[in-house]
């Protein structure tokens, strides 16, 4: 069995605010989510900038954040799509951050109680794959079958001292940039040192299409393919040669049934880190040869979500599609690099967007692509 899917309803929460409203506007707008931070006594501190939601004082902070934003997006997005209870979940979850409190272990467990879903749970760990690799598993199960609607994505922020000096350590951050925050990440730049700490929740609503359109669903766009993979090359680094990935977003456009060339633009993962940006560069290279599809790299605005990064960006990836508008995420200081030039969206942005690939690269070696398309 064979069924087509399609996305019925959209959450976000992102350093611009709650809803998708709001992170669509922003991007399109221009507008970066990264900023100073202003924690007592870390002025001294080398990395200065995150993309951190802001804490109304009604808030209690020992709660599970990252649960929280999970919550707020999925609400989104079952409320924008008319999907009920029943619907399954699939998802990845951020880990509790420092004095957060929370109850038992099993995040998604927690997440379809507060929310009421009933249908099947599928969770993944795959790093910076992993909701990306979630959304991939919800609709397999659904185009062979075995369930009619799941609601995936995945919350994640690493805004507190144990994640940003442990990614640091790492060599991972962009240091400094207190000035001018909206700078510090240059995915597939010249200037590029490193990425951006963001944090958030991104959810959408998979559906079966003909159940979708029997009760008047407003469809976004479709999932038409999907794949994952592993590099099992090194804990950080990718591999240089970007063979495991190529073979992912190969394998992707064969899920998909579509040819290089039929895709029109890419919301690439470009971290803004050296190596990363250099060997996903090589990867589209090897992909689509002389014919580059358009690339935009949201983490230049919005951060690196970790586990979330990928649910995040397949919303835009989404909105993009509905409404017809691929949007620029170049800084103004953004200057092209020769060693991994892209076809990056200039400001302006661009209309007729047809089918968008969404691919994900996480630590282990981890690998996952989407392939959404107008339907």
Known sequence: MSRRVVITGVGAVTGYGVGTKVFWEGVVEGRSAVRALEWNGWEKSPVQVAAQIGEEKSEKREEWRSLRWARLALQEAMKSSGVGCGAGLAGAIGWPG???KWEGQDSLENLAREVGLEGERVESLAACAASTQAIAEAFW???EGEVDEMVTG??????????LLGYDRLGALARGFREKPEEACQPFGLGRSGFV??????FLVLEERDKAMARGANILAEVRGAAVGCDAWRVTDPREDAVEAVACVAACLRDAGLEAGEVDAVVAHGTGTVANDRAEAKMLREVFGKRSPWVIAPKGRIGHLSMACGAVESVLAVQSIAEDFLPSTLGKEWRADP???V???EVGGKKGVQAILKP??????QNACLLFIRT
Request: charged share 20%; proline share 3%; with cysteine.
């Open 98 to 100: 420092p004095g957060e």
């Open 141 to 143: 199960m659904i185009r």
């Open 154 to 163: 995945g919350a994640d922020g690493r805004v507190h001292l144990g994640g």
């Open 197 to 202: 700490v963001g944090e958030g929740a991104g």
């Open 339 to 341: 060693e991994c030039l």
């Open 343 to 345: 076809r990056m969206v």
């Open 360 to 365: 994900s690269f996480g630590f282990g070696g």
